[in-house]
């Protein structure tokens, strides 16, 4: 089945050591989404990528970047984690930019702080 | 600018008994409706659609949604709960900005399937 894959499920990392995420996809969709979901929140946009056209929320801190090698893998970087990171990262994929295009998500990985 | 306004944070149902699961939201334009279901410790499965056209909208797993434009609605809702729809259920609307699709999320619902 096609599907959006975040690897690894549960990552856990020190304070302020680097940390990726990863996500890959096998739907062929142009337009991949990164979000942060806290517990009982709804999830929140970070950026996204339009091919490899990159555009970053206003909101996102400079502590989060991403990268789209290619059109299969898109991955997010945390710079220097902080307790306040600890969260669920959900990647999305969707065919297309127009309006009203169903987000497709991955499971989500579950990062924790030490 | 767009919202959207989820009224319960928790709702509790017995097995078998009907739900229905409010949504109301503030856009500009003509709406593009999402209902999406996280499991815990899963990511979020798309429940239903709804663009245009015919207001009952038939999604997966026995749930439908009716858009209310009068109403500035969309409520969700299943005639018959089974236990393992105890999940959060999230309303989205579908945007613009920037030339980018993208989704605002309601804050969520939490339901509780008693048996």
């Known amino acids: 089945d096609a599907m959006v894959i975040q690897n690894p499920r549960y990552q856990v990392t020190q304070f302020g050591k680097p940390v990726t995420l990863s996500c890959s996809q096998t739907?062929?969709?142009?337009?991949m989404y990164w979000y942060q979901q806290k517990s009982s929140q709804a999830p929140k946009l970070l950026f996204h990528y339009y091919d490899k056209d990159f555009n970053n929320e206003a909101d996102t801190p400079d502590n989060f970047q991403s990268r789209r090698p290619n059109t299969s893998f898109c991955f997010l970087d945390i710079r220097s984690p902080g307790l306040g990171d600890a969260a669920m990262y959900l990647c999305?994929?969707?065919?297309?930019?127009?309006?009203?295009?169903?987000?497709?998500f991955g499971d989500g990985t579950r990062l924790s702080i030490l | 600018a767009q919202s959207v306004t989820q009224p319960d944070i928790h709702i509790t149902v017995s097995e078998g008994a009907s739900l229905e699961l409010r949504c109301n939201y503030s856009y500009g334009a003509t709406p593009y409706l999402f209902w999406y279901v996280q499991s815990p410790g899963q990511g979020l499965q798309l429940l239903l659609k709804?663009?245009?056209?015919?207001?009952l909208v038939q999604g997966i797993k026995g749930f439908e949604a009716e858009f209310k434009r009068s109403q500035s609605s969309f409520n969700l809702r299943k005639p018959s709960v089974h236990w393992s729809d105890a999940a959060e259920y999230f309303c989205a609307v579908g945007y613009i900005s920037g030339g980018y699709n993208k989704l605002i999320f309601g804050a969520g619902t939490r339901l509780a399937v008693h048996p």
């Open positions: 739907l062929n969709h142009n337009v």
């Open positions: 999305a994929t969707s065919n297309g930019r127009e309006v009203g295009q169903p987000q497709h």
């Open positions: 709804y663009f245009s056209g015919d207001t």
